[in-house]
């Protein structure tokens, strides 16, 4: 099903090749989150508007219910200001990703910077193809942007009536998205290692510190790891390939 | 301040952070290191991201149906079902258990 998707790609529409597949399920699944998200955002004490006006603008899962969060338990505005803020530093390291990746270019780049998110990030560093790490991007990004901000939309109208979406196991498949982006990295043991510690950081960090920091860390222990390596690589044959 | 003025500064103060990513100069990333680095960060950023949407709960680590949700999904990729089947299969793991009465 996916062997020929590359050169059939300059012939036929490339609107179902794995990176758009993979793209669309995954705004599916993530896109019901919004769902709860607006039902929430109204029950904090946000406006209508000012609950679209987030998902619209600042758009990042984790960064949003930080915000409503603080807010619902009483918290100042400013914190919860601050608390998004903090949760959306991983993005800062997504964008560097993307930009060494995908190099968007003029408009281009101001608008990777708006999809800039867990998911899009995701599915476009685990493409090998150029052509197809764009598609995964780009599909990924509109697709949750879209899905996203309609989902919040009848969050915030119906609220309450709202159920939970960890009821359809919507939790769960996020949990399988990520883990199905993974697996094709860890072909050898230096992955699978890497995975393991930074799997083990990120549990050990989350109790730790502030949410989304614990992703920076993972990054940080990533960086180290790549310096460590590629020292020791220098003086031995090299191998070809990165992770 | 109104409230109004709080969400569009935070709006803002989001969209900042994913820019900046973007307006790190291209010289610095054309570095053979920085091509390796972008290898392990990859990895490193996927791998939290399963953690922390397996184990984070309210403040804490928990354990709950999302665990199932993961070993589903694993047999699913060593089985080498297509994408959408293992994202189903984590779901349907997930929303099992809770049936079953897990949290």
């Known amino acids: 099903m996916s062997k020929t998707y590359d050169d059939a790609g300059s012939r036929r529409s490339p609107k179902f090749t794995p990176a758009t597949k993979m793209g669309l399920s995954i705004t599916l699944a993530v896109s019901l989150f919004g769902i709860s998200f607006g039902a929430l955002a109204v029950a904090s004490g946000l406006s209508f508007w000012q609950t679209v006006a987030l998902s619209a603008l600042m758009f990042t899962g984790g960064s949003q219910f930080a915000f409503i969060g603080v807010l619902a338990s009483g918290g100042a505005p400013a914190a919860a200001v601050a608390g998004a803020t903090l949760v959306g530093v991983r993005n800062s390291v997504y964008a560097v990703q993307l930009k060494a990746l995908l190099n968007p270019r003029g408009w281009k780049k101001y608008t990777a910077a708006q999809v800039t998110i867990d998911e899009s990030m995701a599915v476009a560093t685990a493409q090998e193809a150029p052509a197809e790490q764009h598609r995964g991007f780009w599909v990924t990004g509109i697709g949750v942007y879209i899905g996203w901000n309609l989902a919040t939309i009848f969050g915030a109208l119906l609220g309450d009536y709202i159920t939970e979406p960890e009821a359809l196991g919507l939790d769960g498949a996020v949990v399988a998205v990520f883990l199905a982006l993974l697996w094709p990295r860890l072909r050898s043991r230096e992955p699978w290692a890497l995975a393991v510690l930074v799997a083990l950081v990120t549990v050990l960090a989350v109790p730790a510190v502030p949410p989304g920091i614990p992703i920076v860390l993972a990054a940080a222990v990533a960086v180290g790891w790549g310096v460590i390596s590629q020292g020791r690589e220098r003086s031995r044959s090299p191998e070809g390939g990165a992770v | ?103």
């Not at chain 2, 790190?24 to 922390?52: C, E, F, K, Q, Y």
């Not at chain 2, 999904?73 to 079953?100: D, K």
């Open chain 2, 1 to 103: 301040m109104s409230l109004w003025t709080w969400v569009l500064l935070a709006c803002a103060a989001a969209y900042a952070t994913k820019l900046i990513g973007y307006l790190v100069p291209g010289r610095w990333l054309d570095h053979p290191l920085v091509t390796r680095i972008s290898g392990t960060v990859t990895v490193a950023l996927l791998a939290a991201l399963v953690a922390m949407n397996t184990f984070s709960g309210d403040g804490g680590i928990s354990f709950d149906a999302r665990l199932g949700a993961l070993a589903a999904a694993a047999i699913a990729l060593m089985l080498r079902a297509p994408f959408i089947v293992v994202v189903i299969a984590g779901a349907a793991a997930a929303a099992g258990l809770r049936l079953l009465g897990l949290p």
